[in-house]
């Protein structure tokens, strides 16, 4: 299975169900909200026989920072190695060579991300953030 550059349709389709309905991190995102993201992020893909798998993307200026989101394997691909197969395309991504910060969050996949030379914060007490974990579930 080879990482590809795009996101379809029917790729967006099973990305969002995916995020809105069983992650963590992003339950109850809108759709709209979910495509601009889409449309303003680089994305990276693996299919199975034209069905998508696993899915990231990285928000980044392509020059100095960039930041890994919404990682996942299908349940049924896991523990094929798909995760580092995406993780390591990502990481030779020549519009994501030389920068000066590449930074992610995760609960737990630190394991994962260590192979490909992330860290903790070297300056943890600098990091700062504006978080509102419910936002895609508040009713307003």
Known sequence: M?????LNE????????FLSNRSYWSKGISKACLKHAC???LCFVIHNNNKLCAFAR???DQATFANLLDVFVLEPFRGRGLGKQLITAIMADKRL?????FTLTTKDAHGLYAQYGF???LYPEGLMENY????????T
């Not at 060579?97 to 910060?101: A, C, F, P, S």
């Not at 509102?132 to 009713?139: A, D, G, K, L, S």
Request: proline share 6%.
């Open 2 to 6: 080879k990482v590809k550059y795009n």
């Open 10 to 17: 029917n790729d967006f389709e099973t990305v969002f169900s």
């Open 39 to 41: 449309e303003n992020s």
């Open 58 to 60: 990285v928000v980044t």
């Open 97 to 101: 060579q030389d920068l000066r910060r």
């Open 119 to 121: 860290t903790k914060p």
């Open 132 to 139: 509102n974990p419910n936002i895609y579930t508040h009713v």
